[in-house]
C-alpha cells in the first residue's frame, strides 16, 4: 500500500509518516526546492520524497499519474493563525489551490484511492458559551483568513465527493502539540523561549499573547493515529472533530512548562502577540469519530509537554 503525504516536512506530516511506516506503509512525501528536511531525519532512509509545488497543476499532476498512491493524506499548507493575517491572500491561495490540483488529478486519472483532507477547529471561530463542547453541526464563524482557508478545503472536499465521486474525509483537529512544533504556535513558543532562558541565550523573560484564551490539547502522535483511522474506518464525505474533549487555558499550559525548569523566569504580555479577533475558548467534541473509530487519546499532556520542552533543550 502507498501513500502520499503532503506537507511530510512539518510537525505533524513528519509524526504522521513515522506512523505510517509502523503500519508497513511505503511512504511518500511532496518537498518544495529548499525545504528543511530535520525534522525527518530519522526516517529519510525509509520514505521516498518527491519534489513538488501543490500550487502547479502540472506538477501535482505529474507526481499523482506516477505514484497512483492509494492514500492520500493532504497535510500541506500554510497552517498559522498569526500568518494568515500578516499574509492573507497567500494563505488562501496556498490552502485552496493546492487541494484543488490533487482533487483534480485524482479525479482525472480515475484513481481508486482515499484522500484525508487536515482540517482545523478554527473553522468554528467565535463560539458562544451554550455551545461547548463542539460538535461538528456547530455554525462556522472563522475569525481569521486561515480559519477561512480551511472552511473553503472542507467545502471542496464535500463537493468533490458529491460531484466526482471522489473518497474524501475531512478532520477537524483541535489544538494539537509535541516534538518538533514550531515556535509559531503557543506551547511550542513557550517552551522554546524557556530552553532558550536555561542556555544563556536570551534574557529571562518569557513574552506571551493572550493567557486567558481556553483550548482542547491533543498530542500529535494521537492526531496522527486518529488521521489513519479516518481512511481506514471513516465514512466518505464526512467531517470529524479530532479533540481531547479538555479545556485548558493558554496560562495552565504556560504554568506546566515554567514548572518543569529551574530558571527565575518572568513573564511579559508582548502587544504583538495578540491576534485581531481570537475565539475565547475552544473544546471539541469528538464523540462521532470515537462511534465510527474507537479512537479516543493517550498521551496524557503532561507528557506532550515534556517532550516539547526536551525537545528544545536538544536544539543548538
Not at 490552502?95 to 484522500?115: P, S, T
Not at 471522489?166 to 504556535?185: D, M, W, Y
Amino acid at each position: 500500500m502507498k501513500a502520499l503525504v503532503t506537507g511530510i516536512t512539518g510537525f505533524a506530516g513528519s509524526h504522521l509518516a513515522e506512523y505510517l511506516l509502523r503500519q508497513n506503509v511505503e511512504v511518500y512525501g511532496t518537498v518544495r526546492s529548499g525545504s528543511r528536511l530535520d525534522n525527518i531525519r530519522g526516517i529519510r532512509q525509509d520514505i521516498r520524497l518527491a519534489e513538488c509545488e501543490l500550487r502547479d497543476p502540472v506538477s501535482v499532476d505529474r507526481l499523482v499519474k506516477a505514484l497512483r498512491p492509494d492514500l492520500i493524506f493532504h497535510l500541506g499548507a500554510q497552517s498559522s493563525v498569526p500568518a494568515s493575517w500578516s499574509a492573507p491572500l497567500e494563505t488562501i491561495q496556498n490552502n485552496i489551490a493546492g487541494q484543488i490540483n490533487l482533487m483534480e488529478a485524482v479525479r482525472r486519472h480515475g484513481l481508486d484511492c482515499k484522500m484525508q483532507i487536515a482540517c482545523s477547529s478554527e473553522a468554528y471561530g467565535a463560539i458562544w458559551p451554550h455551545e461547548a463542547p463542539i460538535k461538528e453541526t456547530n455554525p462556522l464563524r472563522p475569525l481569521s483568513p486561515y480559519a477561512v482557508s480551511k472552511v473553503t478545503q472542507e467545502f471542496l472536499g464535500g463537493q468533490y465527493f458529491r460531484s466526482c465521486g471522489l473518497h474524501i474525509v475531512a478532520t477537524r483537529a483541535f489544538n494539537h502539540i509535541g516534538p518538533r512544533q514550531s515556535e509559531k504556535f503557543v506551547a511550542s513558543s513557550f517552551a522554546r523561549q524557556i530552553a532558550r532562558i536555561e542556555k544563556g541565550d536570551m534574557p529571562p523573560v518569557l513574552r506571551v499573547g493572550n493567557l486567558d484564551a481556553k483550548r482542547d490539547f491533543t498530542d500529535v502522535r494521537d492526531v496522527v493515529r486518529a488521521y489513519w483511522l479516518a481512511l481506514e474506518y471513516g465514512e466518505p464525505g464526512e467531517i470529524y472533530n479530532i479533540a481531547s474533549g479538555t479545556c485548558r487555558p493558554i496560562r495552565e499550559i504556560l504554568q506546566l512548562l515554567l514548572a518543569s525548569s529551574r530558571a527565575a523566569i518572568q513573564v511579559e504580555q508582548d502587544p504583538g502577540l495578540l491576534r485581531p479577533a481570537d475565539a475565547e475558548t475552544l473544546v471539541g467534541d469528538s464523540s462521532k469519530f470515537y462511534r465510527r473509530t474507537g479512537w479516543k487519546p493517550e498521551i496524557p499532556l503532561t507528557q506532550s509537554l515534556k517532550d516539547l520542552l526536551d525537545f528544545w533543550r536538544a536544539q543548538p
